[in-house]
């Protein structure tokens, strides 16, 4: 698993191997809009203020995914703590 960190929000949210940061979020009351939660629609795209990225989704461009300022809860992860911007 591994850590997210909310801008400005107090606490660290765990993701467990096997759940979804999107489901992790919404566990902790925190609302993400999404749609295809299949990593290709965009919906639930969510800024990254640091941290390293597992992307999984099917839309973000290469520039995108070495900028490292965005991922997509649905499917994508992060190793040890990301932070989040939302
Ligand atoms: Fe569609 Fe995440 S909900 S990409």
């Given at each position: 698993g591994f850590e997210i960190e909310v801008s400005g929000r107090e606490g660290t949210i765990f993701v467990a191997e096997g759940q979804t940061a999107l489901d992790a979020l919404r566990a902790a009351g925190i609302a993400v809009e999404s749609s295809c939660?299949?990593?290709?629609?965009?919906?639930c795209r969510t800024r990254v203020l640091s941290g390293q990225l597992d992307h999984h989704d099917y839309i973000l461009s290469t520039e995108e995914r070495a900028g490292?300022?965005?991922?997509?809860?649905c499917v994508s992860r992060g190793c040890g703590r990301i932070v989040i911007d939302l």
């Open positions: 939660e299949a990593g290709v629609c965009g919906t490292g300022n965005v991922f997509l809860p």
